[in-house]
């Protein structure tokens, strides 16, 4: 008999049962979904761990199951902190308020157009009324970047959104697609026998990256806390291997004024945010 199930079913329920007990505050921590949640949870969940327990409170992992649900949930102030994109955090320090805490440290931000390995298409033109897969309309980097910058080459390719960075490139290295958005980073997460099916055909500039903010509630005494906590991950040596692990480098405190290069880019009407609660 397969005793698996049944265990893992137990450590639920006792997981549970200890956070019931514990008296310790928790801020729940809201990760931009980019991959599968699972996905997300194996990658964020250490790090995480190691950060609660250096700090008077703990960080609850977070993640919603496409880009436009995690925008609603943005718009109802539901994480206290998130790691969101640029634009994401452009739009959400406007309401609810999300205030800047942190970001990468020497790193811009850029989008990159994959194509299958064995694709025919060796030129950016010949995007022009290619099917082109976005994983989401406010995904930054991935969707809002292409999307604003091809028609400026006179390239407009056929969009449809598939919910994530990991969808887009299942589908075109399964041909479903001619293209697809995504991030070096999440490429670089693939499985091997995705990864080694596509190829860059282009890359962006870049940006200022994605934003760590906290909701206005966050106590000022819990901000510090956390944020001299990830600025210090980097010096420590299983705090420098939890953020190679993420392909972060190091963390440095972050101005709202960081992401005015973001505004700069008057991206509002092609954001196409779902804030409907």
Do not use: C
């Not at 075109?172 to 697609?177: H, P």
Request: proline fraction near 8%; charged fraction near 20%.
């Amino acid at each position: 008999m397969n005793h698996r199930p049944l265990m893992l079913l137990l450590l639920v329920i006792l997981a549970g049962s200890a956070e019931a007990e514990s008296d310790r505050p928790i801020l729940i921590f809201g990760i931009v979904p980019q991959q599968t949640p699972s996905v997300l949870a194996r990658s964020w969940y250490p790090l995480l761990t190691y950060l609660s327990e250096r700090l008077p409170f703990d960080l609850r992992f977070a993640t919603a199951p496409s880009i436009p649900e995690f925008e609603r949930r943005l718009s109802q102030g539901r994480y206290d902190v998130a790691y969101m994109n640029p634009y994401h955090y452009v739009h959400f320090h406007e309401k609810p308020g999300y205030q800047a805490l942190a970001r990468e440290r020497d790193k811009r931000l850029s989008g990159i157009i994959v194509v299958r390995h064995d694709s025919p298409i060796q030129r950016l033109q010949q995007l022009d009324d290619a099917s082109l897969a976005l994983p989401a309309p406010a995904a930054f980097a991935a969707s809002l970047l292409p999307r604003a910058l091809l028609p400026q080459q006179g390239i407009h390719p056929r969009v449809d959104y598939v919910n994530s960075h990991d969808s887009v490139y299942l589908a075109v290295s399964r041909g479903l697609f001619d293209a697809g958005g995504g991030v070096k980073r999440t490429l670089n997460n693939q499985p091997a026998a995705i990864r080694e099916q596509l190829r860059i055909l282009w890359q962006t500039p870049g940006f200022t990256p994605h934003a760590f903010a906290y909701h206005p509630r966050v106590p000022e005494a819990s901000r510090q806390a956390l944020l001299k906590a990830l600025v210090d991950l980097h010096d420590q040596k299983e705090g420098h291997d939890l953020l190679d692990t993420l392909g972060f480098h190091a963390l440095i405190a972050a101005n709202d004024s960081d992401w005015d290069d973001v505004r700069a880019l008057k991206l509002e009407t092609l954001s196409e945010i779902h804030t409907g609660l």
